[in-house]
Nanobody, 128 residues
Framework: QVQLVESGGGLVQAGGSLRLACTAS????????MGWFRQAPGKEREFVAA????????YYASSVNYRFTISRDNTKNTVFLQMNSLKPEDTAVYFC?????????????????????WGQGTQVTVSS
């Protein structure tokens, strides 16, 4: 049974910080690209950040670049999203996702359809 479980969401004032975590089970975690997406009410789900199975390959949406940092701890099967300098427009449900990328077949980590498994989401609310 594959499960991705997010935690760490909550309510924070603009300019504050939150650290999200997503713990995976049922997959060989170290072989998966891990991504974060978010969805605000009335909007499409959008890419936030991703980190490939190779720990040094990271990707960020321009809207969060320089503010958010993605990292992973393969010993704990966990991916993190450190969110600093939060803005009200960051308010959304944040989803963790996992993508198995076959050897030699490049997957664009910004592409939602590349991901195989999804978590249930965690709410992040940033007040003005």
């Amino acid at each position: 049974q594959v499960q991705l479980v997010e935690s760490g969401g909550g309510l924070v004032q603009a300019g504050g910080s939150l650290r999200l975590a997503c713990t995976a089970s049922g997959i060989t975690f170290s072989t998966y690209t891990m991504g974060w997406f978010r969805q605000a009410p009335g909007k499409e789900r959008e890419f936030v950040a991703a980190i490939k199975a190779s720990r040094d390959n990271q990707y960020y949406a321009s809207s969060v670049n320089y503010r958010f940092t993605i990292s992973r701890d393969n010993t704990k099967n966990t991916v993190f999203l450190q969110m600093n300098s939060l803005k009200p427009e960051d308010t959304a449900v944040y989803f963790c996702a996992a993508d198995y990328e076959s050897s030699g077949n490049y997957h664009n980590p910004q592409f939602i359809a590349e991901y195989d498994f999804w978590g249930q989401g965690t709410q992040v609310t940033v007040s003005s």
